[in-house]
């Protein structure tokens, strides 16, 4: 088990009237009704990259991704026949267009929640991932899906946002978590935000690199989906984040906490 993260120690220390059973924290105690909408809250809570691992009674769990509201990846499940046989759930990307992993998903929830013993979970931080270009599945479209009610954040619970059709969208979209960015067409620029010692540093980027950046295109994405983004420099400062669509090239320049926002926008590109 990956030891448990400071910040995670603060707030379970700051929590009161929380139980603890083995270090892990309790949300239901006995009643399988109220498994699923508890599991949906924890992701809908769950903002940077975590990985949770929910426990029904002794002999039932299962760990799962989550980051932005969003479930991202199914890590295991114990027993294995928890999963469904025929399908392919584990350790890799989920998305709310996969009909058959959705359907998939939904079973094996209802068969962990069935078991109706008591529900805990234990959170670590989740391993590193630079493709952030999968989709991952909203709470609330995993709420319609499981067919359970769970009151879930207003962030949550608003209305599907119109699409946005191009990449200035997309950056507009972003507003203050980009510190600089810069939108290509070729060699044309088609916008750029930032000072000007930023902006061509970027275009320089954009132009110099351009092969190393396909490379790492090819390398993250098996297939020819023309809309695609990916993380090109990580650190504890700023990200570097390239996005492609149709035949333009986005570089943002963000900060770290600021990626939950860019992903979640991301899905509303259209593709």
């Not at 999968?134 to 709420?143: C, T």
């Amino acid at each position: 088990m990956k030891s448990e993260n400071l910040l995670d120690r603060i707030s379970r220390i700051a929590e009161t009237g929380t139980t603890y059973k083995q270090g892990r924290r309790v949300l239901t105690e006995g009643n399988s009704t109220a498994i699923l909408p508890a599991m949906l809250q924890e992701i809908d809570e769950t903002i940077l990259a975590r990985e949770l691992t929910f426990h029904n009674g002794a002999d039932n769990s299962i760990t799962l991704v989550a980051k932005g509201r969003r479930l991202w990846r199914i890590c295991g499940a114990t027993p294995k026949n928890l999963i469904p046989k025929g399908t392919d759930l584990v350790a890799v990307n989920l998305s709310a267009d996969d009909d058959a992993a959705m359907d998939a998903l939904a079973k094996l929830m209802h068969k962990f929640a069935n078991a109706g013993k008591a529900l805990s979970v234990s959170i670590s931080e989740a391993a590193p991932d630079s493709d952030y270009s999968a989709m991952g599945i909203a709470v609330r479209g995993l709420r319609e899906t499981w067919g359970v009610t769970a009151v879930l954040s207003p962030a949550a619970d608003t209305d599907i946002p119109a699409p946005l059709r191009t990449l200035q969208e997309f950056v507009d979209a972003l507003s203050d978590g980009v510190l600089a960015s810069a939108v290509m067409a070729g060699d044309d620029m088609v916008s750029s935000t930032g000072s000007d010692k930023q902006i061509k540093l970027l275009t320089d980027l954009i132009n110099d690199q351009s092969s190393g950046i396909d490379a790492e295109f090819k390398k993250l994405h098996k297939t020819d989906n023309t809309k695609r983004l990916i993380a090109l420099n990580r650190d504890s400062k700023y990200f570097i984040i390239c996005a492609r669509k149709d035949n333009q090239t986005a570089l943002i320049v963000s900060k770290p906490e600021e990626i939950p926002n860019i992903v979640s926008t991301w899905q509303q590109v259209e593709k």
